[in-house]
């Protein structure tokens, strides 16, 4: 067998893998009473399945999401809850597909299983199977990637302003378009094709009054930390395998005084400024809100806590992605936390997404590793959710 033909068997064999376990979630969680959000996202799609065009005054972005799945709903006359659900697992596998094609396009040495470990990336499965705006909203801006890599700027850049009209917060990650199309093709002509989105949000805000659709008292911008110190502590655990091996080929480099009187430096800010200081994270039944309730009361939690904060510190410092012009992702990704007082693990969702399509590749022992950390991880999130034992 050829390696044309081991490749296509390679992708059929994941493909089936990835449909298979997503019809079994789907039979899990479809019969689930409406789950957190999915309260008010369904709220707004009912509005619009019988012909009511106001918005939610609980519903905090753009209803596009909404307005697509409705859509749907009235095309098959079924707008209940399971049927959103199964709309939701076909924007679901329709990213999957399109992370494929972004890595392929990239430059990924094996995209089969850099797509697997996307698919099970455990912040993110759980959203493909509930009504929530996750799954097209990273669709969308994975599709503009895809789009890039392979040349097609002005797609890219429609494809992102539709992108912004899903998620409104979108739009911070145009600038990574941006920076992608100026420092890899260097021409500033290409950057007017995303001009639209630039100028949708722009108009959104000025007309809306704010970033938040409803709820705005709840998410004023400000600058706070809590959410970059979470990324960090999710991003060393959930890829912990590759960490440790990153950490172990540049064990030479990690033992300067610098990185730990950085580290130490870095330990200070964050045991000041960490904390729960929004009313939603103090409401219990969530996984998230749990820990950090436990941390707010156990000070020497809060260290430990810091231990894997340093870690991805410590790795991010001697790791590097594939390209220099990759590198940008970590300012944008700054960019798309600083302004959030709410912690939550959902917006680190595209940061980390981003990441593995711009990582470097490793070993197949490594990879292997890692995917199967994600499978164990995001069956136990899964499990969890459809026995209503937590919320993430």
């Given amino acids: 067998m050829n390696e044309g033909h081991a490749r296509r068997l390679r992708v059929l064999l994941a493909a089936l893998a990835v449909a298979a376990h997503a019809a079994l979630v789907w039979s899990a969680f479809r019969g689930l009473p409406r789950y957190s959000d999915e309260i008010h996202h369904m709220r707004q799609i009912d509005r619009f399945c019988g012909g ?122 145009l600038l990574l378009l941006c920076a992608l199309t100026l420092l890899e093709d260097g021409d500033r002509k290409k950057l007017r094709a995303f001009v639209p989105g630039l100028v949708v949000f722009l108009l959104f805000v000025a007309i ?18 809590g959410n970059v110190f979470f990324l960090l502590f999710l991003f060393f655990l959930l890829f912990l395998p590759r960490n440790l091996a990153v950490l172990w080929a540049h064990r030479d480099r990690l033992q300067g005084g610098w990185l730990g009187a950085a580290t130490a430096v870095v330990c200070v800010v964050f045991l000041l400024s960490f904390g729960v200081d929004h009313a939603y994270n103090r409401i219990p039944g969530f996984l998230r809100n749990d820990l950090l309730l436990l941390l707010d009361e156990r000070p020497l939690l809060k260290v430990a806590f810091f231990v894997p904060v340093a870690g991805a510190l410590a790795t991010l410092v001697v790791d590097r992605l594939r390209r220099g012009s990759f590198h940008a992702l970590y300012a944008v990704a700054l960019v798309s936390l600083l302004p959030v007082k709410l912690i939550d693990h959902r917006y680190d969702v595209t940061p980390l997404a981003f990441f593995l399509l711009f990582r470097r590749d490793d070993s197949p022992f490594v990879e292997s590793l890692g995917l199967a950390l994600s499978v164990v991880v995001s069956s136990f999130f899964l499990d969890g959710i459809a026995r209503g034992a937590f919320a993430l």
């Fill in 52 to 173: 009511d065009i106001s918005v939610d005054p609980k519903l905090t972005t753009i209803p596009g999401y909404h307005a697509l799945s409705a859509f749907v709903g009235r095309l098959l006359h079924d707008c209940s809850l399971p049927r959103m659900r199964a709309v939701n697992v076909v924007f679901g596998m329709m990213s999957v597909a399109v992370f494929f094609a972004a890595a392929s396009a990239s430059g990924v040495a094996h995209p089969v299983m850099r797509t697997l470990q996307y698919y099970f990336l455990p912040i993110l499965l759980p959203y493909h199977f509930l009504v929530y705006t996750d799954t097209v909203a990273l669709l969308a801006l994975l599709a503009s990637v895809a789009l890039l890599f392979r040349g097609r700027h002005t797609a890219a850049g429609v494809v992102g302003a539709s992108s912004v009209l899903l998620r409104q917060t979108n739009v911070v990650w």
């Fill in 208 to 225: 809306n009054g704010g970033v938040a659709m409803g709820d705005q008292r709840a998410h004023h911008a400000g600058l706070h930390l």
